[in-house]
């Protein structure tokens, strides 16, 4: 039996070498005496962090080799076999950040044959603190990758389970941690419960403020009729795009187009994406080609996509119901008194829509209509005025109804 001092000497060499960036020598010094102590778990246990720190640590973005990756998570579970679930586990780091790097490389059904191995009962649930910051726990980081790799795969009726799964566990300390499991449920139903999903794609904005978020919430309200909330929600996740990233928006822009009621709007979207598409050098889309001939658009060379999608942004903080107006000119009065019907109230903010005799539906909110005590009821009666207003900076008209009041 080898002495155990010479087996420290040899673990802290392996060790040393792997910390101070020589991995390749690590490596080569591991393999070789894993040969002579193949029964020692700290020789094991040191040549399992070489392997994760050189195959998946190190890992190149754009040279991922998948095969490589999951030949290495087996590794090193194989050497770690004697304890695989520890508070720090080269096991469980080796299949977490594995499965990301594949599902980053479109290997997600590899990344799923890794993750379904872990036995998610003995996963670690406490939180740590790592160079100053809180890190999730095992538990927490296996719900969001598995939640991740099945999204990756469309597996939708197993992603909605695995998310439910976790938002009613307790490996998740708050709704910060939670947030992911929360946008990749509300993509689960999509299509099976658009109402359910709406209200995650909610939470999910409480804690952030991504464009992409708005565009799924306004996709699913577009998918229900409801296309005034999906315009403005269109508006506000086109006002989060960094114009010099728009190419990643062409579905929303897409989308947008297809509900727009302002014709001048619904042109610059189309004509946004063929011009965007032109300056990538990417083939035409067919949607956005064929609206642009019921259109009658002209070839968009010349055309300025990134001004053209600023004037329809809005830019405001979708959390502040507070808008400036310049006092002495609130707009152009079209109706002095208007009779309404409150429509319908939007989530968040004191806002909605209100349906005007003659005018049909106007947007309003409670810092417009003081004098009515919010929220008001669905289908109540309310007086006031339709003022419109010009947006000079996006060169377009609304209306929104203002000073309401209970109708007598």
Known sequence: MEPNSNVAQIRAEITRLRKSGKVKEA???????ILNYSDNWQIRGALAWVIYTDVIKNAIEGQIQPLKIRDAVKRI??????????????????TL??????????SSIIAMELLSEVDFAQLSKESSRFEGKQVPS??????????ETLLELERFVELESICSKALSSDVFKNEGERKWIRYRRALSLETTDPLEAINEIDRFLESSNDWWAFQVKARLLQGLGQTDEAQLLYRRALGRINMKDLEFAVNLLLGFSEIA????????????????RV??????????????????????SDFNFRDAVQKIADSSDPQSSKRIHKQGDP????????????????????HGFVTVNGIGDCYFRGT???????????????IGRVIESFDSKKKVSSKRFMDGMPEA
């Open 27 to 33: 490596l080569v010094l591991g393999e070789k005496e």
């Open 77 to 94: 579970r194989d050497l770690t076999s004697h304890s695989l679930y520890g508070e720090i586990s080269a096991y469980v780091l080796a």
């Open 97 to 106: 950040k594995g499965s990301e790097l594949l599902n980053s490389s479109n």
């Open 138 to 147: 095992y538990a927490a980081r296996w719900f969001l990758q598995m939640s």
């Open 261 to 276: 009621v302002d014709v001048e709007v619904k042109k610059d979207l189309v004509q946004s994406v063929r011009a965007l």
């Open 279 to 300: 300056s990538k050098n990417w083939k035409s889309d067919s949607r956005a080609e064929q609206l642009a001939i019921e259109l009658g658009l002209k070839e968009p």
């Open 331 to 350: 707009g152009k009065v079209v109706v002095a008194e208007a009779h309404a019907v409150v429509k319908k109230l939007l989530d968040g903010n004191k």
């Open 368 to 382: 417009d209509n003081p004098k009515l005590v919010w929220p008001p009821s669905i289908g109540a009666k309310i």
